[in-house]
């Protein structure tokens, strides 16, 4: 399908802090827009960034229909605009779509959505790196029901905007706090989908963790709040005594793509990497007895966050020497490399959009 553009007159002021920015607090002037009638997707356009209308029964604001996404554009080698993995998102998008009985996006359509809209907004692309231009494709279900079943009319938008680094700390470590108290997801439920249910699941417990001066909840099994899943923005990986350990993909997590990605970048090199259950009874044993190297959290956000503790009940689990560890830093330097279009870039990640 052709898609319609349609501009502003008169564009709103450029930031001219990039790291001043915060993460999603300014947007650009224009969004994509399309809309799910009759068993099909029609009128898919840019224009003008706005409101969006919806009627008070809508089912998303009854029952949380709902999907989205986040991936960035980055302005790198030779001021070129490139985007990473996007079809991974774009698969993960459609996913959870199935899971909340959505409609698919076909997607080829859905990258050409997201590649018209950042070339016209290049110019709000943060020029500092660690800075990037934040996509958010979004769907909602806007039939106006109040009955339980899933929703025949959707709206699929993207919106944009300039983000500096997601954590007030930077590329610094972060503590961390481990509830056993409240449960963001289960297995068999949406755990492993991108819906803003899960997300408002965990709010009570963030604020709690916050207010004990901790950045994120890291989450626990909902059965037994023993065995470790996720952290609320980012998968989690442990490096015991030289191996790499991260949660397995059992349906209650998020299959990140960065997740993915380090995953790859270790086996590359030779890095010892385990995708199997752990225990944060595992991860206080590992810190008393000294082989618990390094903690680091993986997302599209935080690309790679370092944590330097780890608070849960009564223990205070620190991590190496609170700094940020060799392993996480090469990471990090990685990734950005890739991302920017400056480094090596062997399985092809990065895509150059912009010529």
């Not at 009759?38 to 809508?58: C, Q």
């Not at 698919?104 to 859905?110: Q, T």
């Not at 007030?168 to 989908?193: H, W």
């Not at 065995?227 to 991260?246: A, L, P, R, S």
Request: charge should be negative.
């Amino acid at each position: 399908m052709k898609i319609e553009v349609s501009t502003v007159e008169t564009r709103k002021p450029i930031p001219t802090d990039d790291l001043a920015l915060g993460f999603g607090r300014v947007f650009t002037d224009h969004m994509f827009r399309m809309e799910f009638r009759d068993g099909d997707w029609r009128n898919p356009r840019i224009e003008p960034a706005s409101a969006i209308a919806l009627h008070p029964a809508a089912i998303v604001l009854h029952y949380a229909q709902e999907v989205f996404e986040g991936m960035k554009a980055y302005r790198g080698a030779n001021d070129g605009i490139f985007l990473f993995r996007p079809d991974r998102n774009i698969a993960r998008m459609n996913r959870s779509c199935r899971r909340l009985m959505m409609p698919e996006i076909p997607p080829d359509l859905h990258l050409d959505a997201i590649k018209q809209l950042v070339l016209l907004e290049r110019d709000w692309i943060p020029r500092t790196e660690g800075c990037a231009l934040y996509i958010r494709p979004t769907m909602i279900a806007t039939d106006p029901f109040l009955g339980v079943r899933p929703s025949k009319e959707h709206l699929f938008y993207i919106i944009v905007g300039p983000v500096a680094a997601y954590y007030p700390e930077g590329f610094n470590p972060v503590s961390i706090y481990a509830t056993d108290q409240y449960v963001r997801a289960v297995r068999g439920g949406v755990g492993d989908a991108k819906t803003g249910g899960n997300y408002a699941a965990s709010l009570a417990a963030q604020a709690e963790a916050i207010a004990k001066g901790y950045t994120q909840v890291l989450w626990l099994d909902a059965l037994e709040h023993k065995q470790i899943e996720e952290v609320g923005t980012m998968n989690i990986m442990f490096k015991i005594d030289g191996e790499v350990i991260t949660s397995p993909l059992t349906g209650s997590i998020l299959p990140g793509v960065t997740r993915e990605s380090v995953l790859q970048l270790l086996r590359d090199w030779g890095q010892k990497v385990t995708e199997r259950t752990i225990t944060i009874d595992e991860v206080i044993a590992a810190a008393n007895a000294g082989t618990l190297e390094e903690v680091f959290g993986t997302g599209t956000a935080a690309i790679i966050s370092p944590v330097k503790e780890i608070a849960y009940t009564d223990h205070k689990i620190r991590v190496g020497d609170g700094d940020t560890g060799p392993l996480a830093q090469k990471l990090y330097d990685t990734l950005l490399a890739i991302q920017y279009g400056k480094g090596e870039d062997p399985h092809h990640w990065c895509m150059r959009i912009d010529g």
